[in-house]
């Protein structure tokens, strides 16, 4: 099993909210991703990043932030929380070329 | 962009009955490759396939990539309750583009 490691694995807080959701890998993976699945659906790719201060914004426009300042580590932050935002984070690392990616356990993510 | 369509979007079978997904790419792909999520868990890499044409077996599971890299199949033979989850699909253009996955097929296989 790969590691990779998200915290919280659940959060429930309230609208306006800042939050972050942490990512870590020690496989020395230079790719990393952040999607959003709602129960059932399917993935959307938010973020990714492809090496330290490499960010990029994936296909779903979302109102988080990502950084990378160190390979293992790839936070991802919300500055307001809302209702909105409520869904599953899964955060996924990869190694070289077409590897195949390693999923956390997500978080799941409730804002009332 | 490139999209990736799956189907059927949910199947149910009763234990020992056999079930196909399919996968199709509006673009040609580098590779595919295949995730299950259980429910309440997370994607879990199955499988990749790379030449056209090719064919991979793992146990009961069959994984198919069509000759023009634009289509996938994944079959499961004699399905058991443990065959139960989501199978993904996924893929790009190039090794060096993000993966595109499909929407999914959401399978429960009854007792």
């Known amino acids: 099993e790969a590691d990779i490691y998200q915290t919280p694995r659940y959060l429930v807080i309230g609208t306006g909210k800042k939050i972050t959701l942490e990512c870590s890998q020690t496989?020395?993976?230079?790719?990393m991703y952040w999607y959003q699945q709602d129960p059932g659906m399917e993935l959307h790719l938010i973020h990714y990043?492809?090496?330290?201060?490499?960010?990029e914004k994936g296909d779903l426009s979302s109102e988080s932030t990502v950084s990378r300042i160190r390979t293992e580590h790839f936070p991802l932050t919300l500055e307001s929380a809302r209702p909105s935002h409520t869904s599953q984070y899964l955060c996924?690392?990869?190694?070289?070329?077409?590897?195949?990616?390693?999923f956390g356990d997500g978080t799941r993510l409730s804002i009332l | 962009g490139q999209q990736v369509m799956q189907i059927p979007q949910y199947q149910h079978v009763q234990e020992g009955e056999d079930f196909t997904t399919y996968c199709n790419s509006s673009t040609t792909l580098s590779n595919i490759q295949w995730y299950k999520q259980r429910p309440g868990g997370h994607p879990v890499f199955l499988i990749q396939?790379?030449?056209?044409?090719e064919v991979k077996k793992q146990k009961r599971l069959t994984f198919q990539f069509g000759e023009a890299k634009k289509n996938s199949s994944l079959h499961i033979t004699a399905t058991q309750t443990t065959d139960v989850g989501t199978y993904f699909c996924a893929g790009g253009p190039s090794v060096y583009s993000t993966l595109t996955f499909g929407k999914g097929t959401m399978l429960l296989v009854s007792p």
């Open positions: 396939l790379v030449k056209s044409g």
């Open positions: 496989m020395g993976h230079d790719k």
């Open positions: 990043s492809y090496g330290v201060n490499s960010t």
């Open positions: 996924a690392s990869q190694g070289q070329g077409d590897q195949p990616q390693h």
